[in-house]
């Protein structure tokens, strides 16, 4: 079956746009993580979703960054008035459950964000 | 608070054996994974442990001892293919954030 996919693969844009990142998961997976990682460095959590339950929203840098997923599926990232800091890859996950210890979660390609 | 600490690089030969420290400082916690990320890749899992112990994969094989609140990724008969860097992370068992708490990453250079 399919993976985590993610689009756009690679971002360009200009300082003080807006962005918006889109994560596909897996079917039937119910968690879904969004992350940021700048080169070299590690893992910088963002914004959990777990089914129906209120987003963990607490990785979030700024108000400019938000987050959705619609249906328990698709979930979009948006970064509004890009700074360069912004500039980073950003991974999505998906796992199947909370409900199992080992949450193994499975990762998309991830968007490379380029700000100018 | 919590938090998982690692090396941030290891250097090792082709053929050789490297171990990969991650300590911890957390309360509960259902068990410790490792993950492996090539450059410009995303992160792939590569073990779980439940249990205190060893866990054996063919070449890589992962530790937990929870009394010494540590654990530990053990590649043997390195190739060039296994330069990457291994996260550890470990899933709260209590409270309300039970999100996956992530190390920092090691970067594994294998030379020729």
């Known amino acids: 079956g399919a993976g985590v996919s993610q689009s756009p693969s690679n971002k360009v844009t200009e300082k003080g746009k807006d962005v918006e990142l889109r994560c596909d998961p897996i079917s039937g997976h119910t968690a879904l993580y969004w992350y940021r990682q700048s080169l070299g460095q590690g893992l910088e959590f963002l914004i959990y979703f777990q089914g129906n339950s209120a987003p963990d929203k607490s990785g979030l840098p700024s108000d400019r960054f938000s987050a959705e997923r619609t249906g328990g599926s698709v979930s979009t990232l948006t970064i509004q008035r890009t700074q360069q800091e912004d500039s980073a890859v950003y991974l999505c996950?998906?796992?199947?459950?909370?409900?199992?210890?080992?949450?193994?979660?499975?990762f998309g390609p991830g968007t490379r964000l380029l700000v100018l | 608070g919590q938090s998982l600490e690692q090396p941030s690089e290891v250097t090792a030969v082709e053929g050789a054996i490297v171990q990969i420290n991650c300590t911890y400082q957390?309360?509960?916690?259902?068990?410790l994974s490792w993950y492996q990320q090539h450059d410009g890749g995303a992160p792939t899992f590569l073990s779980y442990?439940?249990l205190d112990g060893l866990e054996e994969t063919g070449r890589f094989s992962s530790f937990l001892s929870r009394s010494d609140s540590y654990g530990y990724l053990l590649l043997q008969e390195l190739q060039m293919k296994d330069s990457a860097s291994y996260f550890c992370a470990v899933r709260p068992n209590a409270g309300n954030n039970r999100k996956l708490i992530w190390g920092l990453g090691t970067s594994l250079a294998v030379n020729p």
């Open positions: 996950a998906s796992s199947p459950s909370q409900g199992h210890p080992q949450e193994t979660q499975y």
């Open positions: 957390t309360s509960g916690f259902y068990g």
């Open positions: 442990n439940a």
